[in-house]
Structures are given as C-alpha cells and as structure tokens.
C-alpha cells in the first residue's frame, strides 16, 4: 500500500507530468486540467472537494496522491501593503517571500533554495550556507499561498491588471514574480523549471512570460539550456565592471567569467520569439564597486549588450561591513549609465516597518555546510578584538540572529 510519505504531492506537478499522472491511473488527459484548475485557480487543495471528478476517481487519486502545500508560519504586513511570509519547506528551514504592490503591478518575489551554497560577498542568504533545493510544490506553493492570503481565490480583487492596454485574463494580485528571494534558482533548475511552466500555464496560474523573472548570479550551463525550458524573462546578477572585482563580490565568476556570462545570456535572449532584453543588476557598495570610474567601465562593457540596468544600493545586515553609498553617488552613477544611453532604475526602499529585501533574505536555514558557523566565529572574533563584544561588526547595525529578517527593507523589485 502507499504511505503517506510516498503519495504523489499533485500541487508539484506541471501540466504534462500531471497527464503522465492520469494515463498512468488509466484515465484521459483532461483530467490534467481540471485538476490544475482546482488547485491553482479556485485555490481547492481538498480532493474530495474536486466535484466535477466522479466519486470513484476521486477515490483512486487519494488512493496514490495527496496536495500538501508548505506551511506559512509567520506574517508580516506593511502599511503601504506589502506582505512578507516565512514560509516552512519540509526539510524543516524556513524560507521567506514578499510581496510588492506598485501601481499596475504586484510582484512577488519567491525563494528557491533554502540557503545558497555561492556566497555572495554583499547577500546575506548566503552567509547562511545552504539547507535545501526546495520542491515543485514549495516554489509554486509560495505563489499559491499568496493568492489565498492577499485576496483569496475566487474573490476578484479590485485591481485589475493589464499588458499593452488589455485587459489581462488574470486579475489576482500578484500580476508578477520575480525568483530573487533566497537562493540561486539556476541551481534548483528542474524545479524552478517546472514551477516557472506553471506560473505561466493557462490553465494553473497563467502569467506572461514577460512578468516571471529568473534572476540569476550567473550559473552559465544552466543559461546555455534554459531556451530549452522556458521563456521566461532574465535578470542578470552582474555587480561589477570587471573579472578582478566580481570575482571577489560574486565568487561563481571566477568559474564563469563575465564574458562566458553575457555570451550565455545573449544566446539566450536570442532565442526567444519576442524582442526581450535582460535586466542587469548591480548592488552599489559604498566604496567598493560606486565610483564613476567603474560606471564607466561598466557603460563601456555593455555597449554591444542590450540590457536594462537596475542600480540596488546595498542594504546592509549583521555580518557585513559594508555600506549603502550615499544619494549623490547613487545619482551620479546613474547619470553615467544614463548619458551612455542606458535605461536605468534605482530600487528605492520602503516598508521598513515589515522588514525584507531581495537577496536580504534569511529565514531560518538549517546549514549543511560550516559556512554559517564561520561567519558567526568570525564577527565574534573581530567584536572581542574591537572591545565590542555583544555588539555586530561596524557599520552593520546588529548581531546575526534569526530574527534579523525584520531589521531589514523592501526593496521595490527591478523588474
Ligand atoms: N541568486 C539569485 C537570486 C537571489 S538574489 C541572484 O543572485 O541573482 C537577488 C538579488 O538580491 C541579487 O541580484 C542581489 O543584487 C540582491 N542582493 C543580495 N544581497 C543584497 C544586499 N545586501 N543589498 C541589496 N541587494 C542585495
Ligand atoms: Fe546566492 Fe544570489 Fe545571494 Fe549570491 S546573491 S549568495 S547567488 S542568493
């Protein structure tokens, strides 16, 4: 007999493994969709109350199969509407998602890794090492849970979205979805694939590929094959004008150089059926990669690359030395980029009452890896050495802690 354990979680399955699903309990493939559209547009995760599956089909799919979704532990709710949720995976972390309504427009921004084995220089998911790829049916959970907590399904929510002036066929609140929560999705790839179809699948949660967004630090071979997968729009985490400073910001570069990197990114481009250009973001840190020189440097790199560029200043968070360059530096930067003809965004900072930027994110990783553990010995060790024990390193507000998550800010997203 199936046990519970090895019953199939149907809220992890795409359209097509969802048909295989059918065929296989000898059933038509529709069934496929009239499952999805329970699941993802009326929000039913009860099979029982699938009422339009006989009786007896509804038997045979509890039989083998289940819908278990992650759990949503805590949740943060900001003035100015934005959400942020820690959300538990089953491998016992817990990861976070926020969620940024704009004008036109409401993005979520979703984890896929609980941890991130890169370590970035200026993230603090990094510094946490890695737990866990999560599922299917925890990255599509994240968008599933934030549907029924902002405006549950079935309730039309006031908000109308639209693309190009029409009116779009989905008018839920989260219109986009941005993976630039905790953990580099390109290293989760067959899942990030498989819930990114279902983000833009009709018949689950039917958003355009123009508004999913894969936001990645650079993982080449996956890029090579993502056309192969998906069409889904890129954010391109650069950083750095040059190999020698982004190998020491974004440690995966000295595998994948710049070059290789926007090579990749451009086959990518190239492939799909409509004129798309990727977002390229750059964390500004005051002193390291702000100054005009490495504008320029940066202007002069992307000249043969169509991209967008959005400058994020650094948010800072225990653990870190960094800091945010100050408001004229941020502009001047951005004028360079300007006047060389770029589109550029700043990010700007709000609902710092809840608590949760893109990259910032922690939740609460149970770390495989000793990296965690290191980083905490060694703003130990530099808080004795300093006379300021009890106290974070310089410039970064406070000791790492679990609850660091609510010290933090929302960041608008780029894209
Ligand atoms: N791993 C993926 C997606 C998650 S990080 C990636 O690296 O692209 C998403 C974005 O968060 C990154 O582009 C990075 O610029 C940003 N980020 C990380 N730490 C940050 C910080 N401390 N301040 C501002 N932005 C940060
Ligand atoms: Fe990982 Fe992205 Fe953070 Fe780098 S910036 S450590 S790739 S989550």
């Known amino acids: 007999m199936t046990t519970r354990e090895t019953k199939i979680n149907l809220m992890g399955l795409s359209l097509p493994k969802m048909q295989a699903f059918f065929l296989e309990l000898g059933e038509k493939p529709f069934r496929a969709s ?15 109350a699938m009422t339009d599956i006989s009786k007896p089909l509804r038997e045979k799919m509890k039989a083998v199969a289940e819908i278990r979704l992650p759990k949503i532990t805590q949740e943060f709710r900001s003035v100015d509407g934005s959400c942020k949720w820690i959300v538990q995976v089953e491998s016992g972390s817990s990861v976070e998602m926020v969620f940024i309504p704009e004008a036109g427009r409401g993005t979520l921004c979703i984890s896929s890794q609980a941890g991130c084995i890169l370590d970035c220089s200026f993230c603090a998911t990094g510094k946490q090492g890695f737990n ?12 599933w849970w934030a549907n029924e907590k902002l405006a549950g399904f079935g309730v039309k929510p006031a908000q109308e979205w639209s693309e190009d002036g029409k009116p779009a066929q989905n008018s839920r609140p989260v219109s986009n979805v941005v993976m630039m929560g905790m ?11 498989d819930a990114l179809t279902l983000m833009m699948e009709d018949q689950a949660y039917g958003l355009s590929k123009r508004r999913v967004t894969i936001s990645t630090s650079g993982v080449v071979p996956a890029i090579d094959r993502l056309k192969d997968y998906t069409d889904a729009s890129l954010a391109v985490s650069l950083h750095a004008p040059n190999d020698l400073l982004r190998n020491e910001l974004v440690p995966i570069n000295k595998k994948y150089p710049i070059k ?56 800072p968070f225990a653990l870190s030395d960094y800091r945010r360059p100050s408001s004229t530096s941020i502009s001047n930067f951005r004028q360079i980029l300007h006047e060389a003809g770029y589109t550029v965004t700043v990010r700007t900072t709000r609902a710092d009452d809840i608590g949760a930027a893109c990259g910032q994110l922690v939740g609460e990783v149970g770390d495989n890896t000793r990296r965690s553990q290191r980083y905490r010995d060694a703003a130990e060790a530099q808080n004795e ?22 010290a933090v800010a929302v960041d608008r997203p780029a894209v």
């Not at 009239?34 to 029982?48: A, E, F, P």
């Not at 999560?134 to 994240?142: D, M, N, Y």
């Not at 953990?183 to 694939?193: A, I, R, S, T, Y």
């Not at 990197?261 to 190239?270: A, E, F, N």
Request: hydrophobic fraction near 35%; charged fraction near 25%.
């Open 34 to 48: 009239q499952t999805l559209k329970w699941m993802h547009q009326r929000g039913v995760i009860d099979i029982d």
């Open 132 to 143: 866990s790829n999560l599922t299917v049916a925890e990255i599509i959970g994240q968008l």
């Open 183 to 193: 953990g580099e999705p390109l290293l989760n790839f067959d899942n990030v694939m």
């Open 260 to 315: 290789e990197l926007l090579r990749s990114v451009s086959g990518y481009m190239d492939g799909l059926s409509d004129r798309r250009v990727p977002v390229i973001e750059y964390t500004l840190i005051a002193g390291v990669n702000d100054h005009r020189q490495h504008a320029r440097e940066l202007a002069q790199l992307l000249k043969d690359f169509p991209c967008k560029i959005n400058l994020i200043p650094f948010n």
């Open 385 to 406: 050495g300093s006379g300021k024990s009890g106290t974070a390193p310089e410039g970064t507000g406070k000791r790492f802690s679990k609850t660091d998550n609510l």
